[in-house]
Each structure stands twice: as C-alpha cells, then as structure tokens.
C-alpha cells in the first residue's frame, strides 16, 4: 500500500516546488506519475483482494479533472491546464483510497470533494497571502494548495471514507 503513496507524495512535493517557481505544473512530472500510478494503484487492488476499487479510482479521477477543467474552460488564466492535469491523478488516489464495499461511489467522490474543499480553501488563504506579500494581485501557484489539501485528505482517508 505504501509504494503507490510514496509515488503520489514525491509527485505533489515536485509539482508544489516547481509551481512555487515557475508558476506552472509541467507534465514532465504530472504524466510520468500517473503512469506510475494507475498500474500501482491497479496491481495493490488485486494483490488484497479489492479489485472494485480500481472503478473507486476513476470515480474519483474524473469528476475532480472535470471540476477544475469547467473553470479553464471559462477562464484559462484564472486555472491553469497543470492544475487540471493534476487533479487527474489526486483524483484517482482520493477515489481509490475513497472505495468501500459499502459506499463504492459515494465514498471516493466524497473523498475527492473533501480534497477539493481543503485545496481551495487552502488556496484562498495562499492568493490573499502572496497578495499581501507581493503587493499585486494576479496569478499564485494554485498547485500547491490543491496538493496539500490532497496529502491531508489522503493521511485522514482511513476515517474519512467511512
């Protein structure tokens, strides 16, 4: 259970950075893990037994990439695409952590829309404090918030989906 974790953390700590500094999430990073992921993700599922759980990751991968790509679409300067790419693969982490027998849709969607909640949240607070720091109003890295509330999210998956 660990490997896929580790992979999901180590690709949010390298999006944050980059974002941080660059003010984008390059796909070098984003596609490579999900590469990574959907096979680890796949092959956990199996090995205990849980195989339901892969569908509990594409219930949570695609509604969370749909809910940040509606704003790009609307406003591609107020989300970047790196954000929505990256929600692609917080959203199969959140929805396979989110499956349970008992709640095999709601459980992983309720999961991502707590990731969701806590990343714009977070997000609200990172803009107003690089406002305030920068002294200019504009575009923030909304990368790192989203990966933050995801990380939370994923450390309290176990008392959440139930």
């Known amino acids: 259970l660990l490997v896929p974790l580790v992979v999901l953390g180590a690709a949010l700590v390298a999006v944050s950075v980059i974002d941080l500094q660059l003010l984008r999430i390059p796909d070098r990073v984003t596609f490579p893990a999900l590469a990574l992921a959907v096979p680890l993700v796949v092959a956990v599922s ?4 849980t195989p339901a759980a892969i569908r509990g990751a594409a219930v949570g991968a695609v ?16 989300m970047g695409f790196g954000d929505v790419k990256l929600a692609l693969l917080m959203g199969l982490y959140l929805g396979w952590l989110g499956w349970t027998p ?5 459980g992983p969607i309720r999961l991502v829309l707590y990731g969701l909640m806590l990343g714009c949240t977070l997000g609200v607070v990172f803009g107003l404090l690089h406002a305030l720091v920068t002294k200019r109003r504009g575009e923030f890295p909304f990368g790192p918030a989203l990966a933050l509330g995801c990380l939370v999210i994923v450390l309290f998956a176990g008392e959440l989906a139930v």
């Open 46 to 49: 199996l090995r205990y037994d």
């Open 63 to 78: 509604p969370y990439f749909v809910v940040l790509l509606v704003p790009h679409l609307i406003y591609p300067r107020g």
């Open 102 to 106: 008992t709640y095999p849709i709601v």
